[in-house]
């Protein structure tokens, strides 16, 4: 399957935790990326791999993963971290090579 | 650090062709990278176009592949993106943007271009 479903929209108190979810076939072989993209602005990376993040992200980003399913987590989110977020990974059926999520809208409340 | 940065007309007429560039600075295009164009149709989601290696193999979305061809320029350091027979639902910001990957199961696209908007009208 090429797909990589994540809710359309999820809100977080200031301060608090929210965790974003990507599901699709492809993640049982392939590691998630993740990507912040607020209006009007290019996508930026920030998280990679197992649970890597570039260099200049918060700590307070971080990845896992369980089955067919990644999670990107914020805890304690912050004003500047409401954006749109989307996860991408290879596509296990080998037809599609690369697949990005639906995106996911944070806003903090 | 690697910089991106996306080039090419803003506007192309239905039925033509739309084509931009990608110039790569502060590294090497015939780095153990390949390249890649993404796109965002306004108000909608990324989409995968296809990807070139410094070599010239190419890996291309099957939804897109018969109109699009993606080619190198390693004297000038950047790639381009050519996409035939566009309509109105061609219209979208068009990223640039290196991949990069370990082990085979991690693959990540980092840096990005700033986008380019193309719009299809007459």
């Known amino acids: 399957s090429s797909e990589l479903t994540q809710d359309p929209a999820v809100s977080v108190a200031l301060g608090q935790t929210v965790r974003i979810t990507c599901q699709g076939d492809?993640?049982?072989?392939?590691?998630a990326s993740w990507y912040q993209q607020k209006p009007g602005q290019a996508p930026v990376l920030v998280i990679y791999?197992?649970?890597n993040r570039p260099s200049g992200i918060p700590d307070r980003f971080s990845g896992s993963s369980s089955g067919n399913t990644a999670s990107l987590t914020i805890t304690g989110a912050q004003a500047e971290d409401e954006a749109d977020y989307y996860c991408?990974?290879?596509?296990?059926?080998?037809?599609?090579?690369?697949?990005f999520g639906t995106g996911t809208k944070v806003t903090v409340l | 650090q690697v910089q991106l940065q996306e080039s090419g007309p803003g506007l192309v007429k239905p039925s033509g062709t739309l084509s931009l560039t990608c110039a790569v600075s502060?590294?090497?295009?015939?780095?153990?990278?390949?390249w890649s164009w993404v796109r965002q149709p306004p108000g909608k989601g990324l989409e995968w176009i296809g990807e070139?290696?410094?070599?010239?193999?190419?890996n291309y979305n099957p939804s897109l592949k018969s109109r699009v061809t993606i080619s190198v320029d390693k004297s000038k350091n950047q790639f381009s993106l050519k996409l035939s027979s566009v309509t109105a639902a061609d219209t979208a910001v068009y990223y640039c943007?290196?991949?990069?990957?370990?082990?085979?199961?991690?693959?990540?696209?980092?840096?990005w271009g700033q986008g380019t908007l193309v719009t299809v009208s007459s």
């Open positions: 943007a290196r991949v990069s990957g370990y082990d085979l199961i991690s693959w990540w696209f980092d840096p």
């Open positions: 502060g590294g090497s295009i015939s780095s153990s990278n390949w």
């Open positions: 070139i290696y410094h070599s010239g193999s190419t």
């Open positions: 492809s993640l049982r072989s392939y590691y």
């Open positions: 791999g197992k649970n």
């Open positions: 991408n990974s290879r596509d296990s059926s080998g037809n599609h090579p690369y697949v």
